[in-house]
């Protein structure tokens, strides 16, 4: 069988999503409906996998209890994906940059890698659905692993899976797209059906549903409307723990850095611009989730002597400031957000920006990141929070 063909169900492209805490992934709970299970009832809301969990994962349980109990592990945890991937790589033997490389976007109809054979069916689903649930404003480097699990033998667990991160890619494009996949995982025939609980399904389309009516009307757009826009609105409802997270001295801490920002590189499918950070947790504690912001800056050259800037920075500051007195020379103010999920001790995570419909070199190319913007994270240092970016065209 031709996996899911329907033009919805066409993905785009890898974009980081503006989704929110009110989504596909994170408004399903439908590991409620498998409490009786000991090993789901003992992983919600965890904070990690026990040996016991992973016995369970590894062992005869059938894919909607496995399914159902990544799903009591919650979202935005990306810890829960790095000790899965290493108690994968110890148990077939396999490094860490083979699982680097497989979870990302590979196409809407990949094929196999070598060595994706060596992992289950479920374990290619339960890898797959950690990622989206861990780092939900990507779902769609969770999709390689989903896919792979579903094209293996088409059963609902695994649709409804492969649906959940789908739908979740298209909150931010298509509304009524986000029903229509998940419609078609329920109730195609060519699915087979397995033990997915009745009460499992129902919890999910409670949440689903509320997109039904978006498929009533065709959306009409005026002959001069743009999907895109410069300035990315900042997500109004995004995965933050409650309380801040503090400094607690040496022994416990977390402290976001970045460490290089990588040369801009034009984004032809949208005819914009992708910008992708390095950034790293020096702390001693793993950091809680946070959001990353990347602006257009007009830096002078009083602006960047002051921050420390020197060599041909200085030189395109000086070009800056000899274009202030034209009104016309103004490059376009362009912002972006991203979300920066939980981050280990000494590890770093490469988080990334699209500017919509804009190549950012006009001509010279200035602009400033900033992690933990909403200030979530004491931190021992809080300059190296910011990076600016300058570079001639």
């Not at 933050?240 to 460490?259: C, H, P, R, T, W």
Request: charged letters at 25%.
């Amino acid at each position: 069988m031709r996996l899911i063909s329907f033009y919805y169900l066409t993905l785009l492209s890898l974009l980081p999503m503006a989704a929110n805490a009110d989504s596909p992934l994170t408004s399903t709970p439908f590991y409620t409906a498998y409490m009786d299970i000991k090993a789901i009832k003992d992983h919600e809301s965890a904070e990690r996998i026990s040996a016991e969990g992973f016995q369970f994962l590894d062992g005869n349980a059938p894919a909607d209890q496995k399914a159902a109990f990544v799903n009591a592990l919650g979202w935005g945890k990306m810890q829960f994906v790095n000790s899965y991937r290493e108690h994968l790589g110890k148990k077939y033997g396999l490094p860490a940059v083979f699982f680097d490389s497989i979870l990302v976007y590979k196409g809407d109809e990949p094929e196999a890698l070598a060595g994706t054979e060596k992992l289950t069916q479920d374990e290619l689903m339960c890898l797959g659905y950690m990622q989206a649930m861990g780092n939900y404003f990507e779902p769609l480097k969770g999709h390689y692993c989903a896919y792979l699990a579903f094209n293996r033998g088409v059963h609902r667990s695994q649709a409804m899976v492969y649906g959940l991160i789908v739908a979740q890619y298209n909150l931010d494009r298509n509304w009524c797209y986000v029903y229509q996949v998940m419609e078609y995982c329920r109730d195609q025939s060519g699915i087979e059906p397995d033990e997915f609980r009745d009460e499992a399904m129902t919890i999910i389309f409670e949440y689903i549903n509320l997109y039904q009516s978006e498929c009533e009307e065709e959306p009409v757009y005026e002959e001069e409307e743009t999907p895109f826009g410069l300035v990315q609105p900042k997500p109004d409802y995004y995965y933050l723990y409650d309380s801040i997270q503090a400094n607690k001295g040496k022994k416990n801490f977390a402290d976001l850095v970045i460490e290089e920002i990588i040369r801009p590189e034009y984004f032809e499918e949208y005819q914009g611009t992708k910008v992708k950070v390095i950034i790293r947790n020096t702390g001693s504690s793993s950091s809680f989730p946070a959001l990353a912001k990347m602006s257009e800056v007009d830096l002078s050259l009083a602006e960047a002597k002051r921050i420390g800037l020197k060599g041909d920075v200085l030189q395109y500051a000086a070009e800056l400031d000899n274009r202030g007195d034209d009104p016309g020379a103004d490059d376009p103010y362009f912002e972006s957000w991203t979300y920066i999920p939980t981050i280990e001790p000494g590890k770093r995570y490469v988080i990334e920006f699209v500017v919509l419909g804009y190549w950012i070199y006009d001509p010279n190319c200035e602009f400033k990141v900033e992690l933990d913007t909403e200030k979530n994270i004491t931190e021992p240092n809080e300059k190296n929070n910011v990076m600016f970016f300058v570079e001639g065209g």
